[in-house]
């Protein structure tokens, strides 16, 4: 099994690495301290500073031959798409009143999917969509909505 304390920082040289990936969800992904699987069958342990969440294609190992990277997994999210600056603004006050994570995608809002959610947004007046997306928490994004209202 390989430990993993830090995420990998320094490059090595140029030359092409074998790429392997672990696959999680935003859950997962909020998690120092778990056993998981690669893709090619590495098996791996995190045992990371409390507090780190893994970000997509952080390096979580790397050899001569091989590194392995962080993927995200595609998970059930609300999507929100607002006309208006002042909409988008709304959106996420409720969201933020709700006290559930929020991500953005160009123009979207994205939330992931809870059936108690589904209520909320039904009460609120939002239309929305429920797809399959990876999904990121803003606070590990920097956003500024693109709209010229």
């Not at 979580?60 to 091989?66: C, G, T």
């Amino acid at each position: 099994m390989i430990i993993v304390e830090n995420i990998v920082k320094a490059e090595i040289d140029k030359k092409p690495l074998k790429r392997d990936a672990v696959a999680l969800d935003w859950e997962n992904r909020q998690k120092s301290r778990q056993r998981l699987f690669t893709k090619a069958g590495r098996q791996i342990g995190l045992a990371l500073p409390t507090g780190t969440i893994l970000n997509l294609g952080d390096v979580l190992y790397r050899d001569a031959q091989v590194q392995i990277v962080v993927e995200g997994v595609p998970e059930r999210v609300f999507v929100l798409r607002p006309e208006t600056r002042e909409e988008f603004g709304l959106m996420c006050h409720q969201i933020g009143n709700l006290h559930r994570p929020v991500g953005f995608q160009e123009e979207l809002v994205l939330i992931p999917y809870e059936p108690v959610l589904e209520n909320q947004l039904n009460r609120l007046g939002y239309a929305y969509t429920v797809e399959e997306r990876i999904f990121t928490h803003a606070a590990r994004q920097s956003y500024l909505p693109p709209h010229d209202h």
